[in-house]
């Protein structure tokens, strides 16, 4: 009977907790009262030159975009779900992403000049992912944090221990409605 009931909590509370997942969109990421940002997501490199890779990968970073753009302070310690793109930053030796920029357009950070603090998050992942195709989306989930990072490649408004990395999919709507 005991077992019973110690079942029924983990179920009630796992239930719980995930009643406290937000969805989170980039858009609710940004203070509604801060200055629009024009994002750039054209490469801003001459592709033309696509044949010599390195050198256009080795070009000199791109500058970030508002620098100083402000966050949402009322997002820290709130369980979120949010998709968007990895930029890898620390490979583990099984070949697994552990460190990266979720970020919310592909080649961000890489191609492009990078978007601003407000639409960065600076994720670590004990697990990590095996990321094939940078070109893929995933949905991350775990606590976010209001607080900032630098890396070699943009500054982060967020950070976040991912509890999942998930495959972005659509919701299957067969149904026809």
């Known amino acids: 009977m005991r077992r019973s009931w110690v079942l029924l909590w983990l179920l009630v509370a796992s239930s719980a907790w995930a009643q406290d997942l937000r969805v989170l969109t980039w858009q609710e990421m940004i203070p509604p009262d801060a200055p629009p940002v024009k994002l750039i997501t054209a490469p801003i490199h001459d592709l033309s030159k696509m044949a010599d890779a390195l050198s256009v990968e080795s070009a000199p970073a791109a500058h970030q975009l508002a620098p100083n753009a402000p966050v949402v302070k009322s ?3 709130q369980q979120v779900r949010l998709p968007g793109y990895i930029v890898p930053l620390e490979v583990s030796e099984e070949g697994r992403v552990t460190e990266f920029l979720l970020v919310p357009y592909f080649g961000a950070c890489i191609h492009v000049p990078p978007p601003p603090p407000n639409q960065i998050v600076h994720v670590t992942s004990e697990l990590g992912v095996k990321v094939d195709e940078l070109y893929q989306p995933y949905w991350i989930e775990g606590p976010m944090q209001v607080k900032s990072s630098t890396s070699e490649l943009a500054d982060a408004g ?20």
């Not at 967020?158 to 026809?176: F, R």
């Open 158 to 177: 967020y950070q976040m221990e991912a509890d999942k990395i998930l495959v972005y999919e659509l919701p299957d709507d067969s149904s026809g409605q």
């Open 75 to 77: 997002l820290d310690g």
